[in-house]
C-alpha cells in the first residue's frame, strides 16, 4: 500500500547543474637568473665550444677589459703546439651597457629598426628577382643560404650601407669595441639575458648568445672572425687564461700567497650542493 504521507518532489526530476571545475593554479613566473648563475652559462657555453683551456675573468690585455670568459684552441700538429684560436665571452645584463655612452643612441636604435624592416622586405624581393644567390647545396629550400651582399639591387646596396654606418656609430667607442681592438681574440660573443638585444643591434662581428631560464643559453647569431688577432694577442691572452685559472684552483686549495712570497694556508670552502 502506498505511503500517501510521502511528499512528493517535483525537482528531484531534474538533473542537478555540473559543478564547474576549479580553474587551475597560476604557473609561477619564471624566476630571473642571478648574476652568477649567467655567469655560469657564459662559462658553460664557451666550454660547449670544446676550447683546449678556458678560465672565467680574464683580461683581454688590459685588466681595464676583464671579459668574463675566454678560451683557446692549440694546433693539432707539431711538439710545441701554438695558439690558433682563441675566443671572450663578454656578459652585459642591461641594455644601455651594449652601446656607446652617446646622445642620440635612442634615435639612432630607433632608425636601426626602421631600416632592419625594409631590409627584410628587399630581401625577400631579391630572392624572388634574383636565385641564383642562393646556395644551391642545401637540402631545404627554406634553409638556404643567401649571398644578399652580391645582389645587383642598387637601393638594397645602399641600404645596407647606411644600416652599416648606423650600427658604427652606435657602437664606436663602446667598451665591446676596445675589447675587439685588442687583438686578442678571434672569436667575440656578448652574452646577454634572452631578447635583451636584437642581433642586428650589436656590432658587427660579435655574436649574440641568449641566455634564458632554466640554465640554458642558446646562439642566435655567430661570430665571425677577427682579422685584426695577431699571434702576440692570442699568446698573451692564453697567458691570462693560465693566471686566472691558477687564481681559481689556489682559491680552491685553500692558498693564499702573499706579495714576499710566503705562503698562507686556509680551510678550503665547502663544497657546494650540485645544482640541479
Keep these: 500500500m502506498a505511503d500517501f504521507d510521502t511528499e512528493l518532489d517535483l525537482f528531484s526530476f531534474i538533473p542537478a547543474e555540473p559543478v564547474p571545475e576549479p580553474p587551475p593554479p597560476p604557473r609561477p613566473a619564471r624566476r630571473k637568473p642571478a648574476h652568477r648563475e649567467l655567469q655560469q652559462l657564459c662559462f658553460g657555453f664557451l666550454w ?34 701554438s695558439v690558433e684560436r682563441t675566443a671572450v665571452v663578454v656578459l652585459y645584463e642591461r641594455f644601455e651597457h651594449c652601446f656607446a655612452d652617446c646622445a642620440d643612441r635612442d634615435a639612432r636604435l630607433a632608425a636601426i ?28 629550400s627554406d634553409f638556404r643560404v643567401w649571398n644578399y651582399a652580391a645582389s645587383r639591387n642598387r637601393d638594397y646596396l645602399k641600404l645596407r650601407r647606411r644600416l652599416e654606418k648606423l650600427q658604427h656609430a652606435l657602437h664606436q667607442g663602446s667598451r665591446l669595441e676596445h675589447i675587439r ?15 635583451l638585444v636584437a642581433p642586428d643591434e650589436i656590432a ?34 692564453a697567458e691570462n687564461i693560465a693566471i686566472a685559472a691558477s687564481c681559481n684552483a689556489r682559491f680552491a686549495a685553500g692558498l693564499d700567497v702573499r ?14 650542493s650540485r645544482l640541479k
Design 48 to 81: 660547449s665550444l670544446n676550447p683546449d683551456a678556458a678560465a672565467m675573468r680574464v683580461p683581454a690585455r688590459f685588466h681595464k677589459y676583464q671579459v668574463t670568459a675566454a678560451g683557446f684552441w692549440r694546433g693539432e700538429t707539431g711538439r710545441n703546439r
Design 204 to 237: 658587427a662581428g660579435w655574436g649574440l648568445v641568449y641566455l634564458e631560464p632554466g640554465r640554458k643559453f642558446r646562439l642566435v647569431r655567430e661570430a665571425e672572425e677577427q682579422a685584426i688577432a695577431t699571434p702576440e694577442g692570442r699568446q698573451l691572452l
Design 113 to 140: 629598426h626602421e631600416l632592419r624592416a625594409e631590409k627584410e622586405a628587399l630581401e625577400a624581393e631579391i630572392r624572388r628577382t634574383e636565385p641564383e644567390l642562393g646556395s644551391t647545396d642545401d637540402l631545404f
Design 259 to 272: 706579495k714576499d712570497g710566503t705562503v698562507v694556508y686556509r680551510r678550503p670552502p665547502r663544497k657546494r
Design 181 to 195: 681592438h685588442t687583438g686578442v681574440a678571434d672569436y667575440c660573443y656578448l652574452a646577454v639575458p634572452e631578447n
